[in-house]
Antibody, heavy 119, light 110 residues
Framework: QVQLQQSGPGLVKPSQTLSLTCAIS??????????WNWIRQSPSRGLEWLGR?????????AYAPSLKSRITINVDTSKNLFSLQLKSVTPEDTAVYYC?????????WGQGTLVTVSS | QSVLTQPPSASGTPGQRVTISCSGSSSNIGRDNVNWFQQLPGTAPKLLIY???QRPSGVPDRFSGSKSGTSASLAISGLQSEDEADYYCAAWDGGLNGWVFGGGTKLTVL
């Protein structure tokens, strides 16, 4: 059974970089049949897909167009995890952030991390 | 503004049948599978329906999904008090090349 465990700070100052990690158990981040996604949820924007990474003989990344200039998703194969970095955050980036496993269906989700952007 | 359109609220009494609609376009629901999620307060969304009408193991058969063209529906029969939650539809969007979601429907069991 695949499980995703998120970690990272719950408070980030404006203009700084938000960083979260998602540790995978029961599967490999290098799996040829999985995709690893970041999604956030806020009252104003609802559920919003941020991006994904996946391995198909090489690594691929895809990002939501609205965030493309600020977002990076990385992988650490030695620790079997993937991470989210969102730079130059503003209060608009305050949300609950989730990692989730795809493709085809988002069957498994992390527990969620509330990230507040505030000075 | 969410890409997929859901009614903000729905309600029913115990034992009733309730349906929740989800409207999209040819780039998402019209070309790819629909997922439905149930979200209880303070928890992550839980997969309820995938591939339009398939239930993961453990999801009661009171929950069913259907799709026609660019619209989909979630039906809950034999409504129970524990069904009170937020429900979201989702689909892959080939134009945006990413997942898109509905704005969510808050189901109240009266």
């Amino acid at each position: 059974q695949v499980q995703l465990q998120q970690s990272g700070p719950g408070l980030v100052k404006p203009s700084q970089t938000l960083s979260l990690t998602c540790a995978i158990s029961g599967d490999s981040v290098s799996s040829n049949s999985a995709t690893w996604n970041w999604i956030r949820q806020s009252p104003s924007r609802g559920l919003e897909w941020l991006g994904r990474t996946y391995y198909r003989s090489r690594w691929y990344n895809a990002y939501a167009p609205s965030l493309k200039s600020r977002i990076t998703i990385n992988v650490d194969t030695s620790k079997n995890l993937f991470s989210l970095q969102l730079k130059s955050v503003t209060p608009e980036d305050t949300a609950v952030y989730y990692c989730a496993r795809g493709p085809g269906t988002l069957r498994t989700w992390g527990q969620g991390t509330l990230v507040t952007v505030s000075s | 503004q969410s890409v997929l359109t859901q009614p903000p609220s729905a309600s029913g009494t115990p034992g009733q049948r309730v349906t929740i609609s989800c409207s999209g376009s040819s780039s998402n629901i019209g070309r790819d599978n629909v997922n439905w999620f149930q979200q209880l307060p303070g928890t992550a969304p839980k997969l309820l329906i995938y591939t339009d009408n398939q239930r993961p193991s453990g999801v009661p058969d009171r929950f069913s999904g259907s799709k026609s063209g660019t619209s989909a529906s979630l039906a809950i029969s034999g409504l129970q008090s524990e069904d009170e939650a937020d429900y979201y539809c989702a689909a892959w969007d080939g134009g945006l090349n990413g997942w898109v979601f509905g704005g969510g429907t808050k189901l109240t069991v009266l």
